[in-house]
């Protein structure tokens, strides 16, 4: 199977501050990615979908300039959390496919905790 | 949207099967998927299935009928290690973006 590439697997920062979470695939190029998180015992949200060289597609009710995402090539997608709070510390987990029709491959994942 | 279905808990002994049943209801059907995660970590795909029928894997199997909006994932020979959470994911086409949306998870625990 591909391999995508998540870092950090796990920060933490004060409430205010902004985080950069970096999603890369490995040994593919993804023309989309996708971000989601995941509060525990509960499923994946997807929150948005990142496309290279274009505005990222927000799902309803996710703020687009908290969660800031930048797709600058074919391998890496960001995710910038800006001013977190608390309530954003959570589990996020960016997915990418070789193709548009074919299994999605997720990264490892990064606990986010806002202190 | 998509509305999908899974029981939230099973529990199972070494050795035995368990089947875990998911129900979506989504326009534009492209395929349902399947995951375990385990706690802490990123999901892994365990099966894909977009015609109707049964798909093998292992000690995994999968089935879908399309018609009902129903998929139920086997897991054979349980071991400790299947200890897991399973997500049923479906895939929509929407726009050009073909997007997963997940289900709640069915936490597996297996006993010895």
């Known amino acids: 199977g591909a391999v995508v590439s998540q870092h950090p697997s796990r920060v933490i920062c004060k409430s205010g501050t902004s985080v950069k979470i970096e999603c890369r695939s490995l040994?593919?190029?993804?023309?989309?990615m996708f971000w989601y998180r995941q509060f525990p015992k509960q499923s994946l949200m997807l929150m948005a979908t990142?496309?290279?060289?274009?505005?990222?597609?927000?799902e309803q009710g996710v703020e687009k300039d908290k969660f800031l995402i930048n797709h600058a090539s074919l391998t890496l997608s960001t995710l910038t959390v800006t001013s977190a709070h608390p309530e954003d510390s959570s589990f996020y987990i960016c997915?990418?496919?070789?193709?548009?029709?074919?299994?999605?491959?997720f990264g490892q994942g990064t606990r986010l905790t806002v202190v | 949207g998509q509305n999908i279905d899974q029981p939230t808990e099973m529990t199972a002994t070494e050795g035995a099967i368990v089947q875990i049943n998911c129900t979506y209801q989504?326009?534009?059907?492209?395929?349902l998927f399947w995951y375990q995660q385990h706690a802490g970590e990123a999901p892994t795909f365990l099966s894909y299935?977009?015609?109707?029928g049964l798909e093998e894997k292992g000690r995994f199997s999968s089935f879908l009928s399309r018609s009902k909006g129903y998929s139920y994932l086997l897991l054979k020979e349980l071991q400790m290690k299947d200890s897991a959470s399973y997500l049923c994911?479906?895939?929509?086409?929407?726009?050009?973006?073909?997007?997963?949306?997940f289900g709640a998870g069915t936490t597996v625990t297996v006993r010895a």
């Open positions: 997915s990418a496919s070789k193709q548009t029709n074919t299994e999605a491959f």
């Open positions: 040994d593919f190029q993804a023309t989309t």
């Open positions: 990142s496309n290279e060289g274009s505005k990222a597609t927000y």
């Open positions: 989504t326009s534009g059907f492209n395929g």
């Open positions: 299935n977009v015609l109707d």
């Open positions: 994911a479906v895939r929509d086409l929407w726009s050009n973006d073909y997007k997963l949306s």
